[in-house]
């Protein structure tokens, strides 16, 4: 075994490592082409779903008697 591979053996071991959990969703884009593209489709589709689920949390509310008044 080399020095290197013996060092590594005798290392202690680190802290785990730590997971970010957001609190929104996130999409990554990556890669050569077509980022500008498919940023702007996955934008796209974001902004409709968010309409979708804005529409439906306001029904929610209304059905609960929130946001009376407005």
């Known amino acids: 075994m080399s020095a290197a591979a013996e ?8 802290a785990r490592p730590t ?9 990554a884009v990556t890669g ?7 940023s702007r489709m996955i934008a796209h589709i974001a902004r409709g ?4 689920r804005l529409v439906q949390h306001r029904r929610h509310l209304h059905r ?3 946001r009376r008044g407005r």
């Open 32 to 38: 050569t082409n077509g980022k500008t593209t498919t």
């Open 19 to 27: 997971t970010i959990t957001p609190k929104v969703p996130v999409v």
């Open 49 to 52: 779903r968010l309409a979708r």
């Open 7 to 14: 060092q590594v053996a005798a290392a202690e071991p680190g």
């Open 64 to 66: 609960r008697g929130g």
